[in-house]
């Protein structure tokens, strides 16, 4: 039996794509199934599901339980998310910005992350705490965890004036990104850096980013309540 190679679900969703739009798969055609397509990818078919799943997302196929995966027929329509910095946001608002470095340390990557980013079991990876400021009021707190195998300079890269955020979209700008948005209730870490109590609703982003298919960075930025995240058509 051959192994499957660590190719990323990004590759698969990019070559499917690419045929879509090249009409190598026309509209309304039955696309091969996941066993099929991992075997030609040579990777585990959760691999290309993901991959299916995406493009689904994106309005380029349509999946139904039996009946295997379709190209679309309508035109789609995506709605387009700017992925600003703190800094930014809290500059556009007129009001003063402030960052704040409150923890950095060198970790090997747990199992959930390492789920998540699809990295080698026990990676390491710089677990940074953050908090940024919006008039001296708690505007954004932030966790992230970065890849030091795609990002090896980050270990010694100073983070103490500004946010991880701000120096990878210098040191090391992504290709893709998947970001969702969640409704989450405060705990008490939560409510001590955000000034609110235990229980505040609150919208938390998170976001993993890639380049050129390497993991890079994961990351949970937690908004002040009330924050709002408009994007247009």
């Not at 696309?31 to 599901?49: G, I, S, W």
């Given at each position: 039996m051959t192994a499957h190679r660590r190719i990323s679900f990004q590759v698969v969703r990019d070559e499917v794509k690419r045929r879509i739009e090249a009409r190598v798969w026309p509209q309304g055609s039955l696309?091969?199934?996941?066993?099929?397509?991992?075997?030609?990818?040579?990777?585990?078919?959760?691999?290309?599901?993901r991959a299916l799943r995406e493009l689904a997302d994106q309005g380029f196929v349509e999946r139904k339980r039996k009946s295997g995966t379709r190209v679309k027929k309508e035109p789609r329509r995506q709605a387009k998310l700017e992925i600003s910095l703190a800094r930014q946001t809290v500059e556009n608002?007129?009001?003063?910005?402030?960052?704040?470095?409150?923890?950095?340390?060198l970790v090997n990557s747990p199992g959930w992350l390492t789920s998540q980013l699809n990295v080698e079991p026990g990676a390491r990876v710089l677990h940074v705490i953050c908090m940024h400021y919006a008039d001296n009021r708690p505007f954004q707190f932030e966790e992230r965890w970065i890849n030091i195998q795609a990002v090896p300079e980050v270990e010694h890269a100073d983070l103490n004036t500004s946010g991880p955020h701000e120096w990878l979209l210098n040191a090391a700008p992504f290709t893709d990104a998947e970001i969702a948005f969640c409704a989450i209730s405060a705990d008490g870490r939560l409510a001590e850096y955000m000034g609110t109590t235990t229980g505040t609703s609150m919208i938390q982003l998170e976001r993993t980013t890639w380049k050129d298919g390497q993991p890079i960075t994961f990351a949970r930025m937690t908004h002040h309540p009330g924050f709002c995240v408009r994007t247009r058509y």
């Open positions: 696309l091969p199934t996941e066993t099929q397509l991992a075997e030609e990818f040579n990777c585990a078919r959760a691999t290309v599901n608002q007129n009001a003063t910005y402030r960052y704040a470095l409150v923890e950095r340390n």
